[in-house]
């Protein structure tokens, strides 16, 4: 990087504006590609040791180096990034934080993805033979979307992906499943680096007690609330500013909910306090105040877990871009300075980056209620990632039904702004807004495959109405398939069986459920050739409050 004095603005990473660098910066490292890895391994590297670089490029510079992919193949390229994109997070493939968790045998023994690649770019998903875990539709879909922004414009160094129209097949007959994934499409890459730098951002310290017996939530509360207001009379006492944040979270009465909350008296419950402060001498003090609680406050505080709250520096990330032409990437081998290599932009024009979100409310469709209510996990795969205080959640579709939901997603941004966060969301172009703000895969109710045991889309004990077996059955795992009864259309927003009407506008874009073309390499999937899944996601991006 060149020295930080040279760099008195910076073009930041939202598409237009500049900013100055921090003035307690600590680090920058800029997201290199695969090109320095192909590089090195074309001079005969056994083993690339990398600075910071983009975690599918540690897959897509092998895939170069062995079929000789050119920079300029972008379709190559946006396969290989794929490969890499699914395999990046370990067993997140291969079951890891699956939405259908109780279907993934063998958490003790998860076994890693494995990606057999070809050289037209197409790959299988699988995971070594005798391990736990589960490689299939949902588990490969899942993490399709996970940290992905606009799935149209997933912007690496080497590439620009279009993801959208991805197709995901089951590949039958192997050990722990396995799924044949094809159909990514690439355009040239921006001409800039995302850089990630870091900077010092005061202290922050975390308490965590545990608080047991009757009424346990509100005594948590009133500790907590007591151990701050003693603290910050000590501040004053001291001439101390006052916290910069404080979080207070209390486990166990479903916080996390927020209005949402069921739990309301808890009988057992975990006191979590995430302080910050620009001195570190200010949070020693509130460290000190802790303990006292055991003696002075609420009965049933229990202990604090892990002892004294200590105290430790903030570093917060600061992502900014940087021209591609202005960095060189040195490669050693054998202690000596073989090459210097300068990953210069595309032939293409310079144009600013358009910004990831979108503040503008998306207006809600009108939606007619159902009669029955059904839980996000029944009716779609979700995966959330995130980057400081950023999320990136993405949602998938896996019943059959076509159903739209009144929960759409301005009234969930909406929810999020009041509980703890700010939201965007970001529509994809041409698609139409259907089901949460993640989006989703809408499968036809009478796609084909074999048949597996029926399920049901509702908890034990739950008094709506129950599914009728013939009305639902199972196709794969982890999802189900509605079958219409004879003689009845099924509504798009519908939200219970045997609902009557016409069946709505599907989604531009798919990932397609099937035989691939015909090739007698191909192994058989769980869905004919003609029948396709709209696939589609949007994406908001909350900014969580500080937590320890």
Not at 240 to 267: I, M
Request: hydrophobic residues 30%; glycine residues 12%; contains cysteine.
């Amino acid at each position: 990087m060149p020295h930080r004095k040279l760099l008195s603005e910076v073009k930041m990473a939202d598409g237009g504006s500049r900013r100055s660098l921090p003035k307690t910066l600590h680090s920058m490292n800029a997201y290199l590609g695969a090109e320095p890895i192909r590089r090195c391994l074309d001079l005969g590297a056994d083993v690339v040791v990398t600075g910071r670089c983009v975690d599918s490029a540690v897959a897509l510079g092998p895939l170069m180096h062995a079929f000789g992919w050119k920079r300029s193949d972008y379709d190559l390229l946006a396969a290989g990034s794929l490969a890499g994109h699914l395999i990046e997070c370990g067993a997140q493939s291969t079951g890891g934080i699956f939405t259908d968790w109780h279907h993934v045998p063998d958490w003790d023994n998860m076994g890693f993805p494995v990606v057999q690649c070809s050289p037209d770019g197409s790959f299988v998903l699988s995971k070594p033979a005798g391990t736990g875990g589960l490689v299939s539709f949902g588990t490969a879909a899942e993490q399709l979307v996970y940290e992905i922004g606009d799935p149209r414009r997933y912007l690496l160094p080497d590439v620009t992906c279009d993801f959208s129209q991805v197709k995901i097949q089951e590949v039958l007959g192997v050990e722990g499943g396995a799924v044949r994934v094809h159909g990514s499409k690439g355009s040239p890459p921006t001409h800039d680096y995302k850089v990630c730098a870091t900077y010092m951002d005061g202290f922050r310290a975390t308490a965590v007690c545990p608080v047991g017996g009757p009424r346990a939530a509100e005594k948590a509360r009133r500790t907590a609330e007591s151990i701050l207001k003693r603290t910050k009379r000590m501040f004053h006492q001291f001439g101390l500013e006052d916290f910069h944040s404080v979080h207070v979270q209390v486990l166990g009465a479903e916080d996390t909910y927020g209005p949402n909350a069921r739990c309301k008296d808890s009988r057992e419950v975990v006191i979590w306090m995430a302080v910050r402060h620009k001195q570190k001498k200010a949070l020693e003090i509130f460290a000190r105040e802790v303990a006292p609680a055991g003696t002075g406050m609420a009965p049933g505080l229990t202990g604090i877990v892990g002892g004294r709250p200590k105290v430790s520096p903030v570093l917060k990330p600061f992502f900014f871009l940087h021209p591609k032409s202005q960095l060189k990437v040195d490669i050693h081998m054998g202690g000596e300075l073989l090459e210097t290599l300068s990953e210069a932009g595309p032939d293409t024009p310079e144009q600013d980056e358009a910004p990831p979100t979108s503040d503008e409310d998306v207006p809600d469709t009108d939606l007619p209620s159902g009669p029955h209510t059904y839980r996000l996990q029944d009716l779609a795969y979700t995966r959330s990632g995130d980057k400081g205080d950023s999320a990136n959640i993405g949602e998938k579709k896996k019943k059959a039904a076509n159903r739209k939901c009144c929960l759409t997603d301005t009234q969930v941004s909406s929810l999020c702004r009041s509980h703890r966060s700010s939201s965007s969301v970001l529509p994809l172009p041409e698609a139409t807004p259907d089901f949460f703000c993640g989006g989703g895969i809408l499968l036809p109710p009478d796609r084909a495959g074999p048949e597996p045991p029926r399920h049901q889309i509702h908890s034990a004990g739950d008094p709506r109405p129950q599914l009728r077996p013939e009305e639902v059955s199972g196709r794969g795992r982890g999802g189900l398939a509605a079958q219409r009864p004879a003689g009845e259309s099924l509504r798009t927003d519908a939200a219970g069986p045997g609902a009557q009407g016409t069946a709505g506008p599907q989604v531009s874009g798919g990932l397609r459920l099937g035989h691939g073309n015909g090739d007698a390499e191909t192994p058989p999937c769980r869905s004919p050739d003609d029948q396709k899944a709209s696939f589609y996601w949007r994406c908001f991006y909350p900014s969580c409050s500080a937590r320890g």
